[in-house]
């Protein structure tokens, strides 16, 4: 999901140095949304794989 992330990071900036601003926001928004989501994803297995088995 990281990589998605920086995909949409790299789309979005090669699209802003070309002038497509459309193509630039959309990128960035997904982008975004995907490192957020990472980001929950992430906390909530390193909460849940920190308790003890027994």
């Known amino acids: 999901m990281?990589?998605?992330s920086l995909t949409f990071l790299a789309l979005a900036m090669i699209a802003g140095v070309l002038?497509?601003?459309?193509?630039?926001?959309?990128g960035a928004s997904a982008a975004k949304f995907m490192f957020l989501l990472f980001?929950?994803?992430?906390?909530?297995?390193f909460l849940?794989?920190?308790r003890p088995l027994s």
């Open 48 to 50: 849940v794989g920190r």
């Open 39 to 45: 980001l929950v994803l992430f906390l909530a297995s």
């Open 19 to 26: 002038g497509v601003a459309g193509i630039a926001g959309a």
């Open 2 to 4: 990281l990589f998605w």
